[in-house]
């Protein structure tokens, strides 16, 4: 016999227990018992599995939840929740759920993605991941942009195992989720609020306060949803360069306007302009990762953010991005490529003094893009 959570998927979680098995399955979605979809190689296929009813379903993730020491009922109709194999799963009951008991279950993999494994998918050129490389060992604040599920976890997890080893990390999550190996790194994770069980919670924004305090190189957040917005800005302002993070954004601009919602949220002081001001300036780098409809998630832009222009509006350049040129008939699936955007980024100065090797000439957009501008004109 397992452990209590393994005893639970075993009995409880028998209807599912191929998808959970089958290591090509990476998302799960039940939408009530007869509804059940999942993701295979980026595409959502609807699975012949079932639950045998609505009772069997809510007694499965009640029994899930039991087994990690939390509580999914009438009174917490929610729950957000790391399993012990790594798996993330978020349930949501009825009545607030009218399909049935909702859940999706994001499969945990052993095997992290890598830089190479993103340009072997083309999900990403070699010369945008040398690039973001040397962005990295400049101590440019790199902020990973992207919509639910299109890879900002992954492409942060990525980033931050290319930083260089001496450097002191001090990693802030939710659910601890990433894998950054590196010699130094102090991994932190929050906790939910418990007022029946006298548990008090500990917020992203106390962990990046302490984090502060506890003589970090770089803070990474995984995901920026919070006030922890206006610290981790301060943060990025203040002398720990190379600071990462993601944010929920569908382009480099958005997430300069998320970041900057998220920083007036709180109870600050700040006036919104100035604010704006700190974000333009902390907001260096910035990397969009986006789910297409092909399924593919693909590196769509990396882009430089070089403060506000005289109207107060972000200034943003594009330096590489990905642009579709066809279609394959058989598998559907979209031919392209990250191409640079003609912008030499306003460091181009650091990448000289510090004689690493990016040529002027690697941010200049080959021909046959500049011709197909002018055919599509
Ligand atoms: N470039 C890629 N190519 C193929 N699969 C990828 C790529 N990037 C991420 N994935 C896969 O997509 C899934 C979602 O990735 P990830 O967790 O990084 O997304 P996310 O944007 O952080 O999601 P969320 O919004 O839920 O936090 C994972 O299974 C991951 O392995
Ligand atoms: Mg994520």
């Not at 095997?111 to 010369?127: C, P, Q, W």
């Not at 990762?289 to 990396?302: E, F, L, N, V, W």
């Not at 972000?314 to 990250?338: A, H, L, N, R, S």
């Amino acid at each position: 016999m397992g452990s209590v959570f393994e005893e639970a998927i075993e009995t409880f979680l028998s209807p599912i227990g191929d998808l959970l098995a089958d290591s090509a399955v990476t998302e799960i979605m039940i939408n009530g018992p007869d509804e059940i979809f999942i993701e295979r190689k980026g595409l959502v296929y609807k699975s012949e599995n079932t639950f045998p009813n609505e009772e069997a379903l809510i007694s499965a993730f009640r029994a899930v939840a039991q087994s990690v020491g939390r509580i999914i009922d009438n009174d917490n109709p929610r729950l957000d929740a790391r399993l012990p194999n790594g798996s993330r799963i978020h349930v949501v009951l009825p009545p607030m759920a009218r399909n049935g008991t909702t859940v999706a279950i994001r499969k945990f993999s052993e095997e992290k993605l890598t830089i190479s494994d993103l340009i072997k998918f083309g999900s990403m050129s070699k010369m945008g991941a040398r690039f973001l490389d040397i962005c990295i060992h400049l101590g440019k604040n790199v902020v990973v942009s992207g919509g639910t599920g299109s890879g900002k976890t992954t492409m942060l997890n990525v980033l931050g195992s290319r930083i260089p080893k001496t450097q002191r990390l001090i990693i802030i999550e939710d659910a601890a989720e990433l894998q950054i190996h590196a010699e130094h790194v102090v991994q932190f994770e929050t906790r939910k609020e418990n007022l029946d069980m006298g548990i008090v919670g500990v917020t992203i924004r106390d962990l990046v306060i302490s984090s502060m305090r506890l003589r970090p190189d770089r803070i990474i957040v995984g995901e920026v949803r919070g006030e922890e917005a206006l610290d981790l800005i301060q943060v990025m302002n203040t002398g720990h360069d190379g600071s990462m993070g993601t944010v929920h954004a569908n382009n480099a601009l958005d997430a300069c306007t998320r970041l900057e919602t998220l920083c007036l949220m709180g109870d600050t002081k700040i006036p919104a302009e100035a604010i704006r001001k700190m974000v333009g300036s902390a907001m260096q780098v910035i990397v969009q990762c986006s789910r297409y409809h092909d399924g593919g998630r693909r590196t769509a832009s990396i882009s430089e953010i070089i403060g506000l222009d005289e109207h107060g509006n972000y200034v943003c350049k594009d330096i590489f991005k990905w642009i579709q040129t066809g279609k394959d008939p058989e598998t559907g699936k979209y031919i392209g490529e990250m191409v640079p955007c003609n912008y030499v980024p306003s460091f181009f100065e650091d990448i000289i003094v510090n004689k690493l090797p990016f040529p002027k000439a690697n941010f200049i957009a080959p021909d046959w893009v500049k011709n197909l501008k002018k055919e599509a004109a």
